[in-house]
C-alpha cells in the first residue's frame, strides 16, 4: 500500500484524494466483512436461544405435571390410609 501512495502523492491533490478513496474502499470493504460476521453470529445465537428457550418450556411443563401427579397420588394415599384406620378402628 505505501508503493501506490508514493505513485499516486506524486499527482499532487488528485492523487492525494485518490489514495483517500482507496483507503476509504479498503476499510468500508473491511468493515462490512466485519458487520456480516456479527450478523450472522447473532442470528446463530437467536436460533440457538431459541431452542434452549424451547427447551426450558417443555423441562416446566414436565415438572407442573409431575408435580400434579405427585399431589394426586398423596391425596390418594391418604384417603386409602383414612380408610384403613376407619376399618380398623
Do not use: P
Not at 488528485?14 to 489514495?19: E, K, N, Q, S, T
Request: overall charge negative; charged content about 25%; some cysteine.
Amino acid at each position: 500500500m505505501s508503493e501506490i501512495v508514493k505513485y499516486l502523492v506524486q499527482f499532487g491533490v488528485a492523487g492525494l484524494m485518490g489514495v483517500l478513496w482507496i483507503w476509504e474502499r479498503y476499510l468500508s470493504r473491511d468493515y462490512a466483512k466485519m458487520l456480516s460476521q456479527t450478523h450472522r453470529q447473532i442470528v446463530d445465537q437467536k436460533t440457538e436461544i431459541n431452542i434452549l428457550v424451547d427447551l426450558l418450556e417443555k423441562n416446566t411443563e414436565a415438572l407442573v405435571k409431575f408435580d400434579h401427579t405427585q399431589q394426586q397420588l398423596c391425596r390418594s394415599l391418604s384417603s386409602v390410609s383414612e380408610l384403613l384406620s376407619d376399618k380398623g378402628n
